[in-house]
């Protein structure tokens, strides 16, 4: 199990697609003070156990001058397996109300007797990053992997159709990242927290050391204005994975929920 709780969190968000719809540039999907909360359930041999959980926490908050939001994203063992590999990790993204584009990005990673901090600073007028190591070139409107998923809830997928693939690109660890989103269509998902109509979405992943790669992955985000993940499911290298919405605060619009 190690190190899989933290490439979960990251794929919550990380697996989504890029493109605002153009005439909704500001009506966000989504509003300060929203909190949105997962469990993660890990699968071997066809038996489920939830050893951990995420919560994705949105405020509006000033950067340089700058209207920006704020979200921290916090993710944890359940206390029960602490005795097996213990998780306290956070992720923070701050990025502009303008356009959704990031301005910082801070990761602390505490898993175990594994530490790891890590800042990004974006200069979106020079497409770069700055890292402790250097400085690096990055693609117009590249996310971190917390601002891609708010900037993905404002897709309008009324607009694709099946089986089109929407490009991205992604910093991480120093690296941009060129990937996808395949749009397979519209279907009802039934989870531990109701039955959603739902938009269904196979993301391009990066290969590891718990994942694969590929299309192997599955999402399922509410048909609604929101766009939030109700269910993300996945094999890894031994077993499986399942992580579901289990509450949710805030939300700006009505929730797909049958």
Do not use: C
Request: aromatic share 14%.
């Amino acid at each position: 199990m190690k190190r899989m709780y933290t490439l979960l969190l990251m794929a919550i968000p990380a697996l989504l697609s890029t493109a605002l719809a153009q005439d909704k540039a500001l009506q966000y999907a989504f509003q300060p003070q929203e909190k949105i909360s997962y469990n993660v359930y890990y699968s071997l041999a066809g038996i489920y156990f939830n050893p951990g959980s995420a919560t994705f926490s949105t405020s509006g908050e000033k950067w340089q001058n700058e209207e920006v939001f704020h979200v921290v994203a916090d993710g944890s063992t359940n206390p029960k397996y602490d005795w097996i590999f213990k998780v306290r990790d956070r992720y923070e993204s701050w990025f502009n109300t303008a356009d959704l584009q990031p301005v910082k990005f801070v990761r602390h990673i505490n898993e175990g007797d594994y530490q790891k901090h890590e800042e990004v600073t974006f200069n979106q007028s020079t497409n770069t990053a700055i890292t402790k190591t250097g400085v690096y070139k990055v693609p117009e409107k590249v996310q971190d992997v917390i601002s891609i998923m708010y900037y993905a809830r404002n897709i309008n997928y009324d607009a694709y159709k099946k089986d089109d693939k929407i490009p991205f690109s992604m910093f991480l660890d120093d690296k941009v990242y060129n990937m996808y989103i395949h749009y397979i269509g519209k279907e009802t998902i039934k989870t531990r927290y109701g039955k959603f109509n739902a938009i269904k979405l196979k993301p391009l992943l990066l290969k590891g050391n718990i994942f694969d790669g590929g299309e192997k992955m599955t999402i399922w985000v509410t048909d609604d204005a929101n766009h939030i993940p109700v269910r993300i499911e996945s094999p890894i290298s031994v077993g499986s994975v399942k992580v579901d919405l289990m509450h949710y605060e805030n939300l700006k619009y009505p929730i797909a929920k049958l």
